[in-house]
């Protein structure tokens, strides 16, 4: 940003009368402010500029707070610029929980705008409490900056000038800071405090410090101060080896209630449980351990063992948080799924060996196959379904979501979904998106317009950076619903544990060392890539991507037809309706056809005609149809014709022939015919 945008951005965070203000002057104010910071960078550690906090925050009873005065005076004018602050110092000896925090300021100058300050906490943390950007021209400053304050300071008129004495022993006014003081809250009040003050245009108005004031008010609700560690014993496994993880979580000294929590601990899919010391306080179905009365100033360990299930050179993190308490914690949030919080403990390790790339199972086709690909078609970029047919074939049906934006990347092409040729020279399906934590996923799903036997195809650029993101991609099958698991093969920047790959090396767009094959060798009608991120990624992963090659091999599906008769006597002259009876002249017998399809594709266009014996006499309207013989209830007329031959099957009877015709019949499925006849 140049130095005019940033005037520019002043003038506009602040609609005052800024007639008085030379772009000179507005333009030193600007640079003032860079050397500032620059001076806060190197003394204090660097802070960030945030937001102006104008949320009122309820001030806590005076009975509790502490005051620290510093009344040694000083100039603020040339001598003090803001890249060679002003320090004061207040020292707390006091050790509590900080609920709020006030800074009192009074001091001369001639024009109050030019005065600049920072509070630093004894840990560092810094709070830019005013501007200094000179564009107030009142005289003077005496005022208390406190959350809850009356307005936001330097906007109570920019000619309105202040007492330089003080006011009752305090500040005449209270005035919300340029950024919050609640920065502060809930770290320990004792060590040395700093206000930097300095003059950002000490060469136009000087005025002098006089005095300022530290208000450090207690926490007085109940709170716990919980904080989890986590480690690993054994840093290099080999597989198949048993390795533990300890989890030690406190609650601070410093604490005012026992609290009850919730540690989650879910184990990663590169290990497998083997027990823990828990007494059944641990739940690995659910990765929960229940901690009951965390006292302050008190830990409780958990053991938990585990198997090492993934492979050579594999780099396996473990995330663990406590997830919920009974008490507020002060300083983090339970369950929120952060990882630099002190609630959050992680550990890694990396199994022994070198890793190679696998090698993918060969695709098996009796009946042959046929190949998407993407050469000669279109997606238009920033969609999310697209519905393609592939000749010989048919439907190949693309839906996309995701719970996180898609990108828009120059290097890739542009606006996400979309084709590129960026990745290995080769067309493919780019998926770019911004995940907003590492638990979201993003799913691609592929419906195919018919049962194949097999597939086989290639996921690109499945791999990792570190603070930036971590590749994990899921790849299910679906066959009438039911899951189909395929057979995973990594790359070398990748490591697979069941139908997962897990990205955990670099791998750039020429190299296919972040390739991962999928290989399905039993039936499917429908493809499911999850695409998110594992253990390994920050807690707000940065942009990310894959791509879907084309050249996805389908095996062609087979049908198999079979089908049987069994006839059933239900009734005779001699027994009548009876389940006793017996196949002699003048008896009714039930038949029953069964048309079965054993194979995976569906059978289209199936006829079946069953010519009747010469001894035996159709009765006319007994044919019904249905999936199976005693489920045959569906009334078929003897024509073929009329809405009920508009249904699953059309069964009519013509000059002795019973003519069955299914128009489809998919693999697995069966169709029943019944009718009835007499014997003679």
């Known amino acids: 940003m140049s130095t005019l945008d940033l005037v520019s951005k002043a003038q506009r965070l602040l609609p005052l009368n800024l007639a008085r203000i030379s772009p000179a002057r507005m333009q030193r104010a600007v640079h003032s402010g860079f050397e500032f910071i620059t001076f806060l960078a190197v003394r204090v550690g660097v802070f960030a500029l945030v937001a102006l906090a104008s949320v009122l925050v309820a001030a806590p009873a005076s009975a509790q707070t502490q005051t620290f005065n510093n009344t040694t005076t000083g100039a603020l004018d040339s001598t003090t610029p803001c890249n060679a602050a002003m320090t004061r110092t207040f020292s707390v000896a006091s050790d509590f929980l900080l609920g709020d925090v006030d800074i009192g300021m009074r001091g001369s100058h001639t024009y109050r705008g030019d005065v600049r300050a920072a509070l630093r906490h004894p840990d560092g943390t810094t709070v830019l409490i005013l501007d200094g950007n000179g564009a107030v021209s009142g005289d003077n400053?005496?005022?208390?900056?406190?959350?809850?304050?009356?307005?936001?300071?330097?906007?109570?008129?920019n000619t309105t000038n202040h007492l330089s004495t003080a006011v009752n022993?305090?500040?005449?006014?209270?005035?919300?800071?340029?950024?919050?003081?609640?920065?502060?809250?809930?770290?320990?009040?004792?060590?040395?405090?700093?206000?930097?003050?300095?003059?950002?245009?000490?060469?136009?108005?000087?005025?002098?410090f006089l005095q300022a004031t530290l208000y450090l008010t207690p926490q007085t609700a109940p709170f716990a101060d919980l904080s989890l560690t986590k480690s690993v014993d054994v840093a290099s496994p080999i597989f198949g080896q048993e390795i533990r993880y300890t989890l030690t979580v406190s609650n601070a000294s410093n604490s005012t209630a026992t609290?009850?929590?919730?540690?989650?601990?879910?184990?990663?899919?590169?290990?497998?449980?083997?027990?823990?010391?828990?007494g059944g306080a641990y739940d690995p179905a659910t990765g929960d351990w229940t901690v009951t009365a965390l006292a302050p100033n008190t830990s409780q360990t958990l053991v938990i063992r585990v198997n090492v299930a993934a492979g050579a050179g594999?780099?396996?993190?473990?995330?663990?948080?406590?997830w919920?308490?009974?008490?507020?914690?002060?300083?983090?949030?339970?369950?929120n799924g952060s990882s630099v919080e002190d609630d959050d403990g992680s550990a890694s390790?990396?199994?022994?060996?070198?890793?190679?790339?696998?090698?993918?199972?060969a695709l098996t086709c009796p009946d042959g196959s046929i190949a998407f690909d993407w050469a000669g078609r279109t997606w238009t970029p920033g969609t999310t379904s697209n519905d393609y047919n592939l000749a010989g074939f048919g439907a190949f049906d693309w839906d996309l979501s995701s719970p996180a934006p898609y990108l828009d990347i120059a290097a890739y092409g542009g606006e996400h979904p979309r084709l590129t040729t960026a990745v290995q020279s080769t067309t493919s399906l780019s998926l770019a998106v911004d995940f907003n934590n590492r638990f979201e996923v993003a799913t691609t799903t592929i419906s195919l317009g018919e049962v194949v036997d097999g597939a086989q195809f290639t996921i690109f650029d499945v791999d990792f950076a570190a603070n930036d993101f971590a590749d994990k991609v899921t790849v299910t099958g679906k066959l009438n619903g039911a899951d189909v698991i395929p057979i995973l093969t990594n790359g070398l920047s990748n490591y697979v544990i069941g139908n997962t790959a897990f990205g955990d090396q670099s791998s750039s767009d020429t190299q296919t060392n972040g390739n991962v094959v999928a290989t399905f060798?039993?039936?499917?009608?429908?493809?499911?890539?999850?695409y998110g991120n594992h253990g390994m990624a920050p807690a707000d992963p940065d942009g990310q991507a894959i791509q879907m090659s084309g050249n996805i091999q389908v095996c062609n599906a087979n049908t198999d037809l079979t089908v049987s008769k069994s006839s059933t006597p239900v009734s005779d002259p001699v027994s009548g309706e009876t389940s006793d009876a017996f196949a002699i002249p003048d008896a009714v017998?039930?038949?029953?056809?069964?048309?079965?399809?054993?194979?995976?594709?569906?059978?289209?266009?199936?006829?079946?005609?069953?010519t009747l014996p010469a001894n035996l006499t159709y009765n006319p309207g007994t044919i019904k149809s249905g999936a199976t013989c005693a489920a045959a209830t569906v009334e078929e007329d003897d024509d073929a014709v009329g809405t009920d031959d508009t249904d699953f099957t059309g069964v009519s009877f013509n000059s002795g022939t019973i003519t069955i015709a299914v128009p489809e019949l998919p693999g697995g499925e069966t169709v029943a015919v019944t009718y009835e006849g007499t014997i003679q």
């Open 141 to 157: 400053f005496n005022f208390r900056l406190n959350d809850g304050g009356t307005q936001l300071v330097n906007t109570d008129g």
């Open 169 to 208: 022993g305090g500040y005449q006014h209270n005035f919300i800071p340029d950024n919050a003081l609640s920065a502060f809250n809930g770290k320990s009040s004792a060590g040395t405090w700093t206000l930097l003050m300095c003059d950002s245009f000490g060469d136009e108005d000087d005025g002098t």
């Open 259 to 278: 609290a009850n929590a919730t540690i989650r601990d879910v184990l990663p899919a590169g290990v497998t449980y083997v027990g823990d010391d828990s």
């Open 314 to 322: 594999s780099t396996v993190v473990n995330n663990a948080e406590v």
């Open 324 to 335: 919920t308490s009974s008490e507020d914690d002060i300083d983090s949030t339970p369950g």
């Open 349 to 361: 390790f990396t199994v022994q060996g070198t890793r190679t790339a696998g090698v993918p199972p």
């Open 521 to 530: 060798t039993s039936a499917v009608d429908t493809i499911v890539i999850d």
């Open 589 to 610: 017998l039930r038949y029953c056809i069964l048309i079965t399809n054993t194979g995976t594709a569906s059978a289209r266009s199936v006829t079946a005609n069953d």
